[in-house]
């Protein structure tokens, strides 16, 4: 059985150095959006999927299209919609637009307010690539897809989810809903941290990946 870990949007592998559980491979954000994760769970009989931000929301899409293939699911500040409509408690155009503009002015170092002596997550990518993330972002809305899973009753892997009560990007909100789309679902809410959860709280992350890779051989 495979751990595979899903990164957020313009985010560097050192998102990760602080956690220590095993993991048989990183995907970017780029090789998110070339469907990179699909091909390699296809060929997989058992998974644990590890996703953060917008790897969160490509972990919940995995998760619809390969529900029988998932031996644990961890979700670190993930969301099925980022953006703000009707109802839903996302972020606005122009939080994102400004989000945009402090990675282009920062090339990613202290973006998100990163705390002092912690590795830097994220990381200035090509003008295309941030578009292609941006756009991403922007459209996908996977309520429904995880609304139908959660009813056909298919899902009962361990779910973890992890949210921060002070991320502006991913709203806390996503945790209740998360829990009502997974009700087996294991949440913890962190307390004085924004979005960077998983240099924030690795021990934690580690605990529920272990705790997934020890149920299959």
Known sequence: MKTFVL???????????????R??????????????PEKAVSREDRVV?????????????????????LA????????PRMMRDEGWAGMSDRRLAALEVGLRMTKGEGFFGVSEGKPN??????????????????ETDLRRPLEDLAASGAFDCPV??????????????????????????????????????????????????RSCQARIP
């Open 7 to 21: 990164n957020g949007w313009a985010s560097s592998p050192r998102a990760w150095d602080l956690c220590g559980f």
């Open 160 to 209: 973890f989810v992890f949210q921060s009560e002070r991320d502006g990007i991913v709203r806390p909100e996503n945790a209740s809903y998360l829990k009502s789309v997974f009700p087996q679902a294991e949440v913890a809410m962190v307390p004085g941290s924004e979005h960077a959860l998983p240099i924030e709280i690795p021990e934690k992350i580690d605990a529920a990946v």
């Open 72 to 79: 644990g699911l961890v979700l670190v500040a993930a969301t």
């Open 121 to 138: 997550p994220y990381m200035m990518d090509s003008e295309e690539n941030l578009e292609r993330g941006l756009a991403y972002l922007k």
């Open 49 to 69: 999927l590890v996703g953060w931000s917008m790897g969160g929301s490509s972990a919940l899409g995995l998760a619809c299209m390969f529900p029988g293939k």
């Open 23 to 36: 993991r048989d491979r990183l995907f970017g954000y780029i090789e998110q959006l070339d469907g990179a």
